[in-house]
């Protein structure tokens, strides 16, 4: 992986380690590439999220395009998943994303996708990467070569809801909904999405004022989404994340419905319409259990991959699996896109709760959760201290010896988070009390770890 690019873009906080001048740069150099590639003008499209940052990095990204001859069209605040969409249909040649998903609002980020909606070759990222830390400038264009703005790009939101609203058949009729739209992009699009259909939908967190994005609400933090949604009789609640790639739920009791439970769900329901191609689901190591249990009782075949929808989207389209994601929420279909969608995500889910006349506890029971623990050991962003760790043969011991101990009963997994300074931690056990002790141990022997 690359300095600047970690598994799912540039990420950094805004006026730290990821300041204007850079975004400016970024701007240059991926134009630059693909100027080179293509051997001419190269048009690219630009979305974000509400953070407050996202408008000065939107600007500096396309005064960096348009300094290298590229020409822009920007769309506003809209889904991450939108701009792959509509990179495709409008023929662009790259998306870039401005968001850090989930984090809070004083992280954003930098996201490309190619021209078929998927995420940069490693090789094209490299060519980009070294651009960006090279001293070396980069000539601007002059006269008739320097790149353009393109107005009137904005409307390009309702092609994209559109298309989500046609990824079903059902009106879903029926259903009372409360949404959690983060005050994150999902706020510029779901209200809309949803009005297309018969159930009573109610929205909550969708009055973004810049900094409000992910803060206490959405797929991160699904508390009062779970106390709303019991308070005020719903059939489901469903949470987007900041950029909407993601989507979790909560059952009308108030308990989560995580991504192992709707790829199980929605699986069943692929595998009797026979879409399901391989009876496959791919998942990360991250899966619970639980999902492995339900795969082997159901007939279906489980593929784990390293953590990231990037490494499960490889797989998928590597086979041709048509359903794969993350326990946190990224699901992919791959008949319907080129990335995570929570959007197209909620709507797979609601159509299956309502064909089947059950309430989302008894459909989402299918698949078993077993208590899972994970705690994050924050570390320092530079030194390489997070590699030192992951490449340290005491913890490498460490955990052998508290999966012999667990016999078998449950399992360790201990990864550096490709996003964030973080070691994560994660320990499934028969109980949440076993797993909090082993999880707590690891934690502090990281803690304990100098480098």
Avoid at 422 to 436: N, S
């Amino acid at each position: 992986m690359g300095k600047l690019f970690g598994t799912d873009g540039i990420r950094g906080v805004v006026g730290e380690n990821l300041t204007a001048d850079m975004a400016f740069r970024v701007g240059q150099s991926i134009a630059c590439v693909l100027r080179e590639e293509l051997g001419r003008r190269p048009v690219l499209m630009i979305g974000k999220d509400t953070r407050i940052s996202s408008d000065m990095l939107e600007s500096a990204l396309m005064a960096g395009i348009c300094d290298q001859g590229g020409d822009v069209m920007p769309v506003g605040t809209i889904p991450t998943p939108a701009v792959a969409y509509l990179t495709v249909r409008e023929k662009a040649d790259a998306g870039i994303v401005i968001s850090a998903s989930h984090n809070p609002y004083e992280h954003n980020g930098i996201k490309v996708f190619n021209s078929q909606g998927y995420k940069l070759p490693d090789e094209t990222e490299a060519r980009i990467e070294e651009k960006i830390l090279s001293d070396a400038p980069m000539m601007p264009r002059t006269r008739g070569e320097i790149g353009r703005r393109f107005h009137g790009m904005r409307q390009m939101k309702q092609e994209y809801i559109d298309f989500v609203a046609s990824t079903i058949d059902s009106d879903l009729s029926g259903l009372r909904i409360l949404v959690d739209c983060a005050n994150g992009a999902a706020s510029a699009t779901a209200p809309e999405l949803f009005a297309r259909f018969q159930a009573h939908t109610d929205f909550i967190h969708k009055d973004p004022d810049g900094i409000n994005i992910n803060n206490g609400c959405g797929s991160t933090h699904l508390e009062d989404l779970s106390a709303s949604v019991v308070r005020g009789g719903y059939d489901i609640g469903v949470a987007f994340d900041g950029d909407a790639d993601r989507c979790l739920l909560v059952d009308e009791t108030g308990a989560v419905i995580d991504g192992d439970k709707v790829m199980a769900v929605c699986a069943t329901d692929m595998k009797r319409r026979g879409v399901l191609n391989g009876d496959t689901i791919v998942a990360t190591v991250m899966s619970n259990l639980g999902l492995h249990e339900f795969c082997r009782n159901h007939g279906l075949n489980l593929v784990c991959t390293a953590v990231g929808d990037r490494n499960v989207l490889e797989e998928m389209l590597h086979h041709d699996y048509r359903i794969g994601g993350e326990q946190s929420g990224h699901t992919i279909f791959t008949a319907l896109e080129t990335t995570g969608d929570g959007e197209v995500t909620a709507l797979q889910f609601l159509q299956v709760l309502a064909s089947s006349g059950e309430k989302a506890s008894v459909l989402a029971s299918c698949c078993a959760t077993y208590p899972q623990v994970l705690i994050n050991v924050e570390v320092p962003h530079s030194g390489g201290v997070k590699e030192k760790i992951m490449a340290s043969q005491d913890l490498a011991d460490a955990v052998r010896r508290e999966e012999e101990a667990l016999a078998g009963a449950g399992r360790v997994l201990v990864r550096a988070s490709g996003t964030e300074a973080l070691i994560r931690v994660m320990v499934e056990a028969k109980t949440t009390e076993t797993a909090q002790e082993v999880a707590e141990r690891l934690a502090d022997f990281i803690k304990s770890l100098k480098f």
